[in-house]
């Protein structure tokens, strides 16, 4: 019949009320320009470790050849530990990479805010007409940050998010192909210094067609959701 065994593919939980959410999101948006849609400025952060195992590697190999090195993948405890990283992108150019040396609370998030957002909001878009994209983390949703975001409306607006939208966020993308990149790399990461290092090279030499597709790639992601009714799509 042409089934075949396959892992489940791995989709955000929703309820019928995240549905809902997420359809009304993509009706509003349904009708955008490309040009509105480069007025966002995509943000999010992201884990990297030093050993990343996600079930995708397989080998083949014969009976008695399961412990031989070429048939195993090491890993070690905690993964070898990692970094966090923030970034952001328009369609015109991302932000500097900025690497979280510590647990992302609110606090700490309110100082790449001001630090890192704010001039790249006016840079990019200086007649105040951006609109800064973020998902409803804890740290993003704290009221510090809120009130800050409230008081810069005048220089960008801040973008209504439902939650569990992660497949209409760009940054996503982005990440992944970082992250594929990045163990396509040979000898693997031996340490932190290295798996820093080499995140920020990928970063800054991601080429703009790339983040731009990622953009104008909106409107059929929209309009996915819409012919899914809010159920989760291929994106």
């Given at each position: 019949m042409g089934l075949c065994s396959r892992r489940p593919t791995r989709v955000p939980l929703?309820?019928?009320?995240?549905?809902?959410?997420r359809l009304q999101w993509a009706q509003e948006r349904?009708?955008?320009?490309?040009?509105?849609?480069?007025?966002?400025?995509?943000s999010d952060e992201s884990l990297f470790l030093i050993h990343h195992?996600?079930?995708?590697?397989?080998?083949?190999?014969?009976?008695?050849?399961?412990?031989?090195?070429?048939?195993?993948?090491?890993?070690?405890?905690?993964?070898?530990?990692?970094?966090m990283l923030w970034g952001t992108f328009s369609w015109l150019a991302p932000t500097s990479i900025v690497v979280v040396e510590q647990t992302m609370k609110a606090a700490n998030y309110l100082n790449i805010i001001v630090d890192e957002l704010h001039p790249y909001m006016a840079f990019v878009f200086p007649a105040g007409n951006g609109i800064f994209h973020q998902d409803n983390a804890p740290c993003h949703k704290a009221r510090i940050v809120l009130e800050w975001l409230e008081e810069h409306t005048y220089e960008f607006h801040l973008m209504s998010w439902p939650?569990?939208?992660?497949?209409?966020?760009?940054?996503?993308?982005i990440w992944d192909v970082m992250e594929r990149q990045l163990r396509a790399q040979t000898p693997p990461c031996p340490n932190?210094?290295?798996l820093r290092d080499r995140c920020l090279d990928i970063w800054y030499n991601l080429f703009p067609v790339m983040y731009q597709k990622f953009v104008a790639s909106m409107p059929r992601q929209v309009a996915a959701v819409l012919k899914a009714k809010g159920v989760s799509t291929r994106y």
């Open positions: 929703l309820t019928k009320r995240h549905r809902q959410l349904r009708d955008w320009t490309m040009d509105e849609w480069k007025k966002i400025a995509w195992v996600d079930g995708r590697v397989r080998v083949h190999r014969l009976p008695g050849e399961r412990l031989l090195p070429s048939c195993t993948e090491c890993h070690t405890q905690a993964s070898g530990g990692g970094i939650p569990n939208l992660p497949d209409l966020n760009s940054m996503e993308h932190i210094s290295t």
